[in-house]
């Protein structure tokens, strides 16, 4: 398995606090990845990066900042939690500009109350 | 953007082929089809890609058609193991850094004993 781990696992926090996952990987891709996974969607890019300090948005990244200061390390800051970003959210590393042949980590399972 | 299309769900016997198909009549010429699987509560796992001709890897074999409109993944003996759901993914976007994969609801297969 590709060496990529997801921190935390689950956690359970209140509207209108911030909260930062973080990915970490041992595989030196260059590419990282953050979807959420929602009932009735499919996997949605919020947000990824082409190397160290170059990030892009996706297609829902209201309400979220990532940064990466270092190649192993991906982190997704939720601002400011709402109700609706309760979510799994899993983080992917690749060596391809697609995204394709991506690695998944386990995922994080966050529940804004 | 090419779009893919999946039955939503899909039974099997197990130790009998598994074919899931998956159209894509919009994909473009340099657009390839990565096929991925999502076991329960696990994060996604690539299974395969191709561009025009069949491919085969230890999991899976991919069939193109020759007009590209749609493929078939093959599972040769499926185990309960291989339940999950299969995601067909088309590549999209331009040259660049800004690719990204877009995600259908997959398919549901269901091995049964």
């Known amino acids: 398995d590709a060496g990529i781990t997801q921190s935390p696992r689950h956690k359970v926090t209140e509207t209108g606090t911030p909260v930062t996952l973080r990915c970490h990987q041992t595989?030196?891709?260059?590419?990282m990845y953050w979807y959420r996974q929602d009932p009735g969607h499919g996997l949605r890019l919020i947000h990824y990066s082409y190397g160290v300090k170059d990030t892009d948005k996706g297609e829902v990244s209201d309400g979220y900042s990532v940064s990466r200061s270092k190649t192993e390390d991906f982190l997704l800051t939720l601002e400011s939690a709402t109700s609706s970003q309760t979510s799994v959210y899993f983080c992917?590393?690749?060596?391809?500009?697609?995204?394709?042949?991506?690695?998944f980590g386990q995922g994080t399972r966050l529940t804004v109350v | 953007d090419a779009k893919t299309t999946q039955p939503p769900s899909m039974d099997c016997a197990e130790g009998r082929a598994a074919n899931l198909p998956c159209n894509h009549s919009?994909?473009?010429?340099?657009?390839?089809v990565y096929w991925y699987r999502q076991i329960h509560s696990q994060g996604p796992q690539y299974i395969i890609h191709g561009l025009k001709n069949n491919e085969t890897n230890e999991m899976a074999s991919l069939i193109i058609t020759e007009d590209r409109k749609s493929s078939t993944l093959i599972l040769p003996h499926a185990t309960l193991r291989d339940t999950a759901v299969y995601y067909c993914?088309?590549?999209?976007?331009?040259?660049?850094?800004?690719?990204?994969?877009?995600w259908g609801l997959g398919t549901s297969l269901a091995v049964n004993p």
């Open positions: 595989e030196n891709h260059r590419y």
């Open positions: 992917a590393i690749s060596e391809q500009r697609t995204g394709g042949e991506a690695f």
């Open positions: 919009t994909i473009s010429g340099n657009e390839y």
């Open positions: 993914i088309v590549r999209v976007g331009h040259a660049g850094n800004n690719r990204k994969l877009i």
